[in-house]
């Protein structure tokens, strides 16, 4: 962008830190007003020679090269825009030199500022001498020194949407690209294994690969996985593709079987029960079903429809007893309500666990319904027995995930009966 100053930190008596920036009076101006001003305050043809020419058209070249490597033009805006106009801060390698990050830079991102195979190797950070976590935000003035392991292999979750290791756009460029780098065969069995997780964890039933991978842009299901693996696609995208504005349904019943239900029910604006209006419906509690799932409905008598996730097993039994009684149901495009949802934490038993947990969820503002707790003392292992409230699959998937990365945490899951 521009800008040009010499800039350091001293550290002086009782740890206090002095930033010191040298620049002239035409640099200042610069820094001050922008690109042009120093142009102007030159005057003419002179003025762009003074300006470091030069300099600006290198940086520019390497906005296109970040380019290449970004999703998309949009992207490489987004980015600029941050890392252009945000707050700096300067922080010190461990040999003293002085290097410049944006404001809320981690120690991810200062290993790929100072060279990128240090970046790859980075497995953890010590700053003023402290072990910190990769998603540390850094401060003027701190000294960094990153811990490094002998194989280069960045971490996929670094890229993952919610997570807060990686904030420049350097870094995120330099990840995507050693992982399009990688044979493509194990692209596909990380990203296949990846969906394969995040599928069983929200309880989610496989869906048809070639249809899904077609409907976003892929040749077939081997191109989705390899995109999965690189991190050029994120796996909650695919979860908010399989909540549809209208999901698919199994079809279990004609529509006719619902003629003599009850109109009313507190479920009625989120439910479409196929050929009838004004029906009640409730959402069984054996599945709870969430927007998204496919799901099917059973009449009862005097409750209206029931209404079950598909692949529910008191569901089966009860259209195998009463056929006639099965129908097809959907939810509604608007449907934006909150919902029951189960969830099972296996954890190592540990002082402070539970109020970890329930600080996580009221820092996401998650309501807790029900809690209970479970201790194996043989093996040290707490099962953590949350009801929670969510609004969609998506939302329950990043709930789980930041649950997952709570210290001592060896599971979390969507729990169905």
Known sequence: NGYRSLHTAVIGDGGKVLEVQI????MHEEAELGICA??????????MQASGYDDKIAWLRQVVEWGGELDATETIAEHLRCEVVADRVYVLTPSGHVVDLPAGATPVDFAYQVHSELGHRCRGARVDGRIVGLDHVLSTGER????????????????????????????RSRIRHWFREQDREQLIVAGRSLLER??????????????????????????LFAALGSGETGVGEIIARLAPEEPAVVPLAKPGATRGARAGGHARSEIEVA??????TTLARCCAPLPGDAIAGYVTAGRGVSVHRADCAKLQRLAQHSPGRAIEVRWRASAVRLHEVHVRVVAHDRPALLQELVTLLGNERVNVLDLGVTVD????LATVQLTIEVASLEALGHILGKIARVRGV??????VE
Request: no cysteine; hydrophobic share 40%; aromatic share 6%.
């Open 38 to 47: 120093h142009w102007t305050y030159k005057g003419g043809e002179q003025g």
């Open 23 to 26: 620049r002239t009076r035409g």
């Open 377 to 380: 003392r043989r093996r040290r």
């Open 410 to 415: 060896l599971a979390a899951r969507r729990h």
């Open 275 to 280: 050929g009838v209006d004004n029906v009640m």
């Open 144 to 171: 960094v020194e990153i811990l490094r392991a002998k194989q280069a292999a960045p971490n996929r979750d670094w890229l993952r949407p919610g997570n807060v290791f990686v904030h420049t756009a350097r870094a």
């Open 198 to 223: 995040e599928l069983r964890r929200i309880a989610l039933p496989a869906p048809a690969l070639p249809a899904l991978a077609r409907s976003m842009g892929f040749a077939d299901s081997h191109d």
